[in-house]
């Protein structure tokens, strides 16, 4: 056998031996890049969300946390006691909140990076960061509502509003106008995120008439810049003369 042959089945044979794990792979089967893997399993609903936003300026997100971060979300909630009533200047009608600390599991589950990630691609602003506006914890009692309104905004830029349902044993329903001019309504289930953009869609929350719902508001921002009604706002759980 010449000496090239012989060298060549060798080399064969070593091959074979390789184990697979330790084989490099073939340039004509690349190692497959990180931005090409399957999709995780929330990643269906959040295009949906998406062409919902980019079309309305508002969108639901449901199931955003995994049950164990949900679960200290609500046990937190459920401790609050202090909750007051807003402003006469609110639009809404005998809803209860307070501001929450910022290492309340429910500021810490809302602003951790995989949770600010998300929501800038369902929103697709990569500038949006957690704004220093206080996250707020609100109450809707019986008898209580949101008039028709677009929110206000707090920031050199429109603000991104997140509002999180924590419960929801309430007949109400929030409401939205759509880009088409039609109104959509729907009772939104715990552990689902509703947003909306400042000065976007057009939005309310008909009157409760049996149970109540307890939310949580967070807000996102592009613009450090305040204007006059983040100073107002900050005001909103005052004492009444």
Known sequence: MARGTYLLVLLLRANALTPPTLRRPSFFAPTQPAETRPPSAYEDTDIEARLAFARDGLCVVEDFFDEETFAACQRSARRQ????????????VGRLGCFLEPRDPVCVALSRP???ARLRRICGDERLEPADFPVELRRYPVGSSMGWHKDEVLYEEPQLEVVLTLENTSDSQTRWERA?????GAWLPPNSLLLVKAEGATHG??????GDRLIAKFVLTASPIKLQAWYDNILSYQAQP
Do not use: F, I, Q
Not at 205 to 210: H, K, L
């Open 180 to 184: 088409d001019g039609s109104v959509r």
């Open 205 to 210: 929350v008909t009157t409760v008439r049996r």
């Open 114 to 116: 995989e949770s600010v």
């Open 81 to 92: 006691r202090e909750l007051k009533p807003e402003t006469l200047e609110s639009v809404a």
